[in-house]
């Protein structure tokens, strides 16, 4: 099995502060994987080290073949400007940059795909709407169909869930479903155990330092999900090594 | 009544055509940056610029004397100096452009203005804060259409990663897309045509082509083309208006157009079709709300 990324005793922070210590494992290439863990225990950290927004202050992060061009990446709190009079296949437009860059035309072919992602996230007719005019779920929605058109082999979503109504998450998932199974890479945030349960195979539990990572039902115990609190609380626990139990 | 009113001054005068020449350039040029500087929330920022530009045109005046092209060069390396400056601070800061922009702006305008009153008498002071539209040579005018042709060329060729720069920054960046290179070239287009204006209506005024146009389009479409073209043709009927009014009422030329593009910003606020006072006040259908904007 290649991996699509391997940590290798990761280290990042803000300000010399560890935010995420000492973290060692590989992501398959085609997995779908949760990462999970209390508030503070360095999840959105961690997709900004990958991104590259965030450089390690210690260990790395190998890419298994992927080129920086190949993630895309949604944060938690997007930086969209929802007063800027853009429409929304404008803004899912965005996600063709890559291919099109900065002077390259929209031709037809493109114009196709952006109204097939537009689409495939339940926004048809909302195309030529101002994006000021989408509601929270909505614009989640829009930001998933530009995620399409990046046509990304690892895809990295922080918390995408977690504004959305149960019907817009449905939708949602059946997006990173439809990710998975072209056999990309999909890292995602995520809260509530139950959605991590029901759709995600693998489970990455982090509280700054790796808590356990593997199947998602010998991840999500209560076990581990008690010593992720103690540690979080603790903050500063005995030193971990780079150790096989992280598997 | 109406020829002699509005065309006879310009047919007699050459001043008066040259003056209406250059603000046109000026219009065509500044006002789609305008609208993009209000898009941007950066409307204050185009202000504290020109302050900026001030130190540079002074030093331009003391090593040459009135001198257009002394002045347009020091005023373009004070203008860039402070752009680029508080651009990168804000980049690598956790300062926000304004407030690093605000710092370098106060600094730059007193030596400007330590540096005028120094050597200068009064009169060559209102001369760079308020401009001489009326006096404005052959040189003057290619130099102002020059900067026109340049904005509007570079802003054509910036369009897509600008307006990608503005709607969301972090994403333009997450996929590598020339965001710094947008940003810094839009305030390079800023500082330029903020030194074109300062010649026709001096340096405080020279604001003032930029930003109110465009805060008047705000209130008579939505996207981005219709902003510009109405902020271009609000900049231009200003100019006409104010340079009018100057002739017939005596006025200083400057602060009447300024003035006349203010006075359309009032009236666009009230009686605008999009978000205008009136507008808010009368009741409207539910369904017009949803309309797609063109």
């Not at chain 1, 990446?73 to 965005?94: E, G, H, K, N, T």
């Not at chain 1, 817009?168 to 999909?186: C, K, P, S």
């Amino acid at each position: 099995m290649t991996f699509a990324l391997e940590f290798q005793d990761l280290t990042l922070g803000y300000d010399r502060h560890p935010a995420v210590h000492r973290l060692c494992g590989t992501i398959t290439e085609g997995s779908l994987t949760a990462i999970v863990g209390p508030n503070g225990a360095g999840k959105s950290t961690m997709l900004k080290g990958v991104v590259g927004t965030l450089r390690p202050l210690a260990g790395q992060i190998a890419f298994g073949g992927l080129a920086q061009d190949d993630i895309a990446y949604l944060p938690q709190q997007s930086d969209v400007d929802r007063s800027f009079p853009i429409a929304v296949a404008d803004l899912v437009a965005m996600g063709l940059w890559r291919e099109v860059g900065g002077f390259g035309a929209l031709r037809a072919a493109h114009r196709a795909r952006v109204a097939e992602a537009i689409s495939a996230v339940g926004l048809e007719g909302f195309g030529k709407r101002p994006i000021g005019s989408l509601s929270g779920g909505q614009m989640q929605r829009a930001l998933f169909a530009r995620l399409l058109l990046q046509d990304a082999r690892l895809v990295l979503l922080d918390e995408p869930f977690t504004s959305v109504d149960t019907r817009t998450m449905a939708d949602l998932i059946v997006v990173v479903q439809r990710w998975h199974g072209e056999g990309r890479t999909v890292l995602a945030v995520l809260h509530d155990f139950d959605t991590v349960r029901a759709h995600f195979p693998r489970t990455l539990m982090l509280a700054r330092e790796l808590v356990a990572h593997g199947p998602t039902p010998q991840v999500l115990t209560a076990e581990n999900q008690f010593r992720a609190r103690q540690m979080c609380e603790a903050c500063a626990g005995p030193p971990h090594t780079c150790g096989r139990d992280a598997a | 009544m109406m020829w002699e009113t509005l065309v006879q001054p310009f047919a007699d005068f050459g001043f008066m055509r040259r003056a209406l020449m250059g603000c046109i350039a000026i219009s065509v040029g500044a006002s789609p940056v305008g609208v993009f500087l209000m898009l941007r929330r950066m409307s204050l920022t185009g202000d504290a610029m020109a302050c900026a530009i001030l130190p540079g045109a002074a030093v331009g005046y003391l090593v040459a004397g009135l001198s257009l092209w002394a002045m347009t060069v020091g005023g373009l390396i004070a203008g860039m100096t402070v752009a680029l400056l508080s651009g990168f601070v804000a980049r690598v800061t956790a300062l926000y452009e304004g407030e690093s922009l605000a710092a370098f702006y106060l600094i730059s305008l007193a030596a400007g203005v330590l540096i005028v009153s120094t050597r200068g008498s009064n009169v060559d002071l209102m001369h760079v804060l308020f401009g001489t539209v009326l006096a404005l040579d052959d040189d003057a005018l290619i130099l102002l259409c020059s900067i026109a042709s340049v904005s509007v060329l570079a802003l054509a060729a910036l369009f897509r990663p600008l307006v990608l720069e503005c709607a969301d920054p972090q994403f333009l960046r997450s996929v590598g897309g020339p965001s710094a290179m947008a940003h810094f070239t839009f305030l390079a287009l800023v500082v330029v045509n903020l030194v074109g204006g300062f010649h026709a209506l001096g340096t405080l005024m020279a604001v003032g082509i930029m930003i109110l146009p465009a805060a008047a389009a705000r209130f008579w479409g939505v996207g981005i083309g219709t902003l510009i073209v109405v902020a271009i043709s609000v900049a231009v009927l200003s100019s006409l208006g104010g340079l009018l009014l100057s002739y017939h009422f005596s006025l200083p030329s400057g602060p009447a157009i300024i003035l006349v593009a203010g006075l359309a910003y009032v009236l666009s606020l009230v009686f605008g079709p999009v978000g205008g006072l009136v507008v808010r006040a009368l009741p409207r259908r539910y369904l017009e709300l949803l309309q797609p904007f063109s």
